[in-house]
T-cell receptor, first 113, second 116 residues
């Protein structure tokens, strides 16, 4: 079974631009969540989707948004990029998102210059 | 905010020795998961232990959970150079109710270095 797949793996953007990251969960998993990892703040929860509905959202500004499609694939978007948005963005999936093992992808490295 | 706090922040040992990492958390949990992260890579799931379990084993890994002390420990026996990585504990800090509000809260991790 293929794992969680994230694209692109690396990208460089300019301040003020916007970026879209993609995530394909493990087949059969309907819960997809996103995390941001930075040296200063560590791993922080962004949001979680289940059956195309956002069920929970972390404490991030509205510039961070996401969505989930009917095939459970998910995208997250960051608009008006700031230097502080440079981070490793990790996508995770699980069968239901409630008390089950959560599996992570390799992440997307975003550098904002 | 960080729910879990790993201790120590960094640990350096020789190959063949055992490594013990601890995690403390603040609120009631449904389960606790341990992950490994090699530099610049994603998180690899190691073990999930539920709040009604006290100990779990997986190969060279042993995890304990003490809900009265709100703490967990990860023991890696007979360590190898390939075990060099950061280790994180993550808690499900929100009790499920109605099928919503699930997320993991991570500690800052323990950087384990195993010297050959």
């Amino acid at each position: 079974k293929a794992g969680v797949t994230q694209t692109p793996r690396y990208l460089i953007k300019t301040r003020g631009q916007q970026v879209t990251l993609s995530c394909s969960p493990i087949s059969g998993h309907r819960s997809v969540s996103w995390y941001q990892q930075t040296p200063g703040q560590g791993l922080q929860f962004l949001f979680e989707y289940f059956s195309e509905t956002q069920r929970n959202k972390g404490n991030f500004p509205g510039r961070f948004s996401g969505r989930q499609f009917s095939n459970s694939r998910s995208e997250m978007n960051v608009s008006t990029l700031e230097l502080g948005d440079s981070a490793l963005y990790l996508c995770a999936s699980s069968p239901e998102g409630r008390g089950n093992t959560i599996y992570f992808g390799e992440g997307s490295w975003l550098t904002v210059v | 905010s960080q729910q879990g706090e790993e201790d120590p922040q960094a640990l350096s040992i020789q190959e063949g020795e055992n490594a013990t990492m601890n995690c403390s958390y603040k609120t009631s949990i449904n389960n606790l998961q341990w992950y490994r992260q090699n530099s610049g890579r994603g998180l690899v799931h190691l073990i999930l232990i539920r709040s009604n379990e006290r100990e779990k084993h997986s190969g060279r890994l042993r995890v304990t959970l003490d809900t009265s002390k709100k703490s967990s420990s990860l023991l890696i026996t007979a360590s190898r150079a390939a075990d060099t990585a950061s280790y994180f504990c993550a808690t499900d800090a929100d009790r499920w109710s109605g099928g919503s509000n699930y997320k993991l809260t991570f500690g800052k991790g323990t950087l384990l270095t195993v010297n050959p």
